[in-house]
């Protein structure tokens, strides 16, 4: 019975003693956690000094022109292109579809 009343003693110490000592440390690292927010504060503060707005004096993309006469440019260079070499390509393709037609009836 002594037995058991000191083991039961000695198990209260050392619980007791783990917890004081895990409360410690985190005593200990809730402290590091202010201070390392402080530092993190003093170097990026809540308030900064904001510059006011400025009106670009020149546009910073293409202006609505530029725009216009590149669709014009390839419009024209397609038209072109399609009539100078499309037009007889097309052509030349459908006799040769025609052809083959007539030589796999044969």
């Known amino acids: 019975m002594l037995l058991k009343e000191n083991m039961r003693i000695m198990y209260c110490k ?3 003693f783990l917890t004081t000592e895990k409360t410690s440390l985190t005593e200990q690292v809730a402290n590091q956690l202010q201070v390392s927010r402080a530092k993190v504060q003093e170097e990026k503060p809540v308030f900064a000094v904001v510059e006011p707005a400025v009106v670009p004096l020149k546009p910073s993309g293409m202006g609505l022109k530029i725009y216009i006469l590149l669709f014009v440019f390839l419009s024209v260079s397609g038209t072109l292109v399609w ?3 499309g037009k007889s390509l097309l052509a030349s393709l459908r006799k040769e579809l025609k052809n083959k037609e007539i030589e796999q009836d044969k």
Do not use: D, K, Q
Request: proline share 0%.
């Open 14 to 16: 050392r619980s007791f």
């Open 83 to 85: 009539v100078l070499f």
